[in-house]
């Protein structure tokens, strides 16, 4: 009897590949850090478990003051939903680099990865951390959280595909309370992944990495109808919510030029800008670098720039310090 050869569906090499019969097969075998005491930041860090299907990796800066209450950051990692987690190397070092720089305590989620785990899974299982995280306000059981957090200063931050995470539970926090009336001061949305059946300019140029990401999301999320325009991907396709209903009172969105999503973070920007959103928005962009380049050069000036801007907004005061 001859061999039945797998057909591939998806493949997405040099990572894994999606067969015809639902198996999957990843083909790196990734690298870990074990949380410690950073050296070089004095930046501490331990993992926790949520809950069964959920873990986190929480950072706490060297404190100079016990009882000083610091911002809180719930961030998502990137990797198309489908790569990292919150022990890889590449993001242990770049977190432990902005709680330093910023003096906030940060909780980094380890939601499932597709394509074992499609959307929605990725935001439910973010949204469990974040009311986890919201719950320990008052008497909680972490802490790391109760005894140096200022609960009036939460923010949601991602990159990549945790920028989108970010987008759309600050979407679902318009709709639903968080535990204790926690409410988002802010998002940081870093190279976020949003994407569109009508390519744009930055997209063609950009024709090899254009075509693997428009294999993407109907891959992570196949019972989707509207494909590249579904709205948790492409926030301003024309069946998408009004922006206005972002639960933050302030946003940035930071951008790179050569990256080929950066015409999505330019729209994104201008969009919410005349949505009727009462809060602020800002746009970063860094010239002359390509997708995720705070990860691929750490120690760039580049990289120390974008950490020093998102650290300047999670430390800044506002009118809109809190959303209302």
Request: hydrophobic residues 40%; aromatic residues 8%.
């Amino acid at each position: 009897m001859a061999r039945l050869i797998p057909v591939v569906v998806h493949d997405f090499s040099p990572y894994f590949r999606v067969y015809q019969d639902g198996s999957i097969e990843r083909l790196v075998t990734e690298e870990h850090t074990p949380a410690s005491i950073d050296p070089h930041t004095g930046v501490t860090s331990k993992d926790i478990s949520i809950s069964t299907d959920v873990s986190a990796r929480l950072y706490l800066p060297k404190l100079s003051e016990a009882r000083h209450k610091l911002p809180l950051v719930v961030y998502f990692r990137g990797g198309a939903f489908c790569m990292m987690s919150s022990s890889s190397p590449t993001l242990h070092a770049h977190l432990n680099s902005l709680v330093a720089e910023a003096n906030v305590v940060l909780v980094s989620v380890d939601y499932r990865r597709a394509p074992e785990h499609r959307i929605p899974v990725a935001y439910d299982d973010s949204w469990a951390a974040l009311e986890w995280a919201a719950s320990n306000r008052g008497a909680g059981a972490e802490p790391w959280l109760v005894d140096h957090v200022d609960f009036d200063r939460v923010f949601l931050a991602g990159d990549s595909a945790g920028g989108n995470i970010a987008h759309n539970l600050a979407m679902r926090a318009g709709e639903r309370e968080l535990p204790h009336g926690v409410k988002l001061s802010g998002i940081v949305l870093v190279d976020p992944y949003f994407w569109g059946s009508k390519p744009t300019a930055s997209e063609e140029a950009n024709p090899e990495m254009t075509a693997r990401l428009d294999q993407l999301w109907p891959m992570v999320c196949p019972s989707s109808a509207s494909g590249n325009d579904d709205p948790r991907v492409n926030p301003v396709a024309p069946s998408a919510p009004s922006l206005a209903g972002l639960a933050c009172a302030r946003l940035l969105v930071c951008a790179a030029e050569k990256d080929a999503m950066r015409d999505r973070a330019r729209i994104y920007h201008e969009a919410l800008r005349k949505s009727g959103w009462s809060g602020e928005v800002e746009m970063y962009e860094t010239a002359g670098e390509d997708h995720g380049f705070y990860f691929s050069h750490p120690n760039g000036q580049n990289a120390k720039l974008l950490v020093k801007r998102i650290a300047t907004f999670l430390c800044s005061t506002s009118k809109l310090a809190m959303y209302k």
